[in-house]
């Protein structure tokens, strides 16, 4: 979309798994979680997070926006905030939805300085809502 856009003119997008990158370390400057390691087990983050600290540069920036335990869920849940069934997205295999403090020393145990920390829920027309931690941080 910024390609076609012109926004950004030298755009590469790549998939791959958040927990084993495919690049060398110190590798970019700026690094974007928006609402991907959400589907990863709760266990599973702090090996993706250190990844993403494996692959920015030093005093490089780190910016994250995940699902949290405000979004309305249902009943299948597995610990310690892993969901199988989110009422509001019951199409998604799985979420993970810690509280925000939980999350923000996730991220600050994988080698991050959290800069700025918010919270932003959204309300859908049918009443439920979805609640995102926010964090803007940078390598230590």
Do not use: N
Request: some cysteine; aromatic content about 12%; overall charge negative.
């Amino acid at each position: 979309y910024m390609g076609k856009r012109r926004v950004v003119t030298d755009l590469e997008l790549h998939v791959a798994d958040a927990r084993a990158l495919p690049w060398e370390e110190a590798e970019f400057d700026l690094l974007i979680d928006s609402q991907v390691s959400q589907h990863l087990p709760w266990l599973e983050h702090g090996p993706a997070y250190r990844e993403y600290a494996r692959v920015l540069g030093s005093k490089g920036w780190f910016w994250l926006c995940h699902a949290d335990d405000g979004t309305d869920a249902a009943t299948i849940r597995e610990p310690p905030w892993d969901w199988k069934v989110v009422t509001l997205f019951p199409s998604v295999e799985l979420f993970c939805l810690p509280p925000p403090e939980a999350l923000t020393k996730m991220v600050q145990d994988a080698g991050f300085a959290i800069i700025e920390r918010r919270r932003l829920a959204r309300t859908y027309p049918d009443g439920q809502v979805a609640s995102y931690t926010i964090l803007a941080g940078m390598k230590l």
